[in-house]
């Protein structure tokens, strides 16, 4: 019996993601909806994964904002000559 290693990677690489998943591992611990407003604050790689998992569970109107902390994602000044209209070949 042959395996395609592909698939057998593919396989492994989703079982160990499924079970971390912010869409499954939030809920859970989700209180009841709150009446009035409800702020949520999320930080690190997973934060947006986690405020989604949030608004798709308590299901309302609601409003997010996004905020990046300058300090934890620097631009270089190569990012800097693209904003300003692409960077200067060498």
Partial sequence: MSIDP???LEGLFQAALTPVMA???????LPEP???RTLVIGAGKAAAAMAKAVEDHYKGDYRFRHCRDPLSARSSPQDDRMR???ASRA
């Fill in 6 to 8: 592909r698939q057998f």
């Fill in 23 to 29: 869409e499954r591992c939030v809920p859970p611990f």
């Fill in 34 to 36: 709150p009446k009035g």
């Fill in 84 to 86: 300003r209209g692409g």
